[in-house]
């Protein structure tokens, strides 16, 4: 997640949007590919910003839950309208106010369940949107050692 926020880093500051990384300290090291994920994470973060004004934030997390390993995208940017929500996974889906091809969040959910995982997406008009996807829980060979 470190290089996502690097890669983002300059955009976020020049919109004036906060852009951090909650990774607990113990985080376990898991056997998933990193750049498919990262792949994942670029594209969330990419609208993410793309939605937050000026002011707002944007936060990326991961956590080890009952359900897996469990990535958030979340923003306090203008929210998905709620008879959008439904479709912002579908291929060419785009919103009133999109600017992207329509495909970001289709690949997304492809390489999430390409891996076993899902994706889902919680908004609020005004309050902003979290983009959750969740991948099976492996550690990764020799963590155990560590």
Known sequence: MGEVIAAFRAQAES???GLRADVPEDMP???IDPLRVREVLVNLT????????????????VEVTSRGLCFSVTD???GIAPEDLPH???????????TGSGLGLAIA???VLAHGGQIEADSA???????RFMLPFRPAAGAAAQ
Request: hydrophobic share 35%; net charge positive; glycine share 14%.
């Open 46 to 61: 990419a609208n993410a910003l793309r939605h937050t004004p000026r002011g707002g934030e944007v936060r990326i997390a």
């Open 125 to 131: 008009a005004r309050r902003g949107t979290t983009i």
């Open 15 to 17: 919109g004036g949007v």
């Open 88 to 98: 912002v996974f579908e291929r060419f889906y785009k919103t009133a106010d999109s």
């Open 109 to 111: 959910r492809n390489l």
């Open 76 to 78: 306090s940017g203008t």
């Open 29 to 31: 090291l898991a056997d």
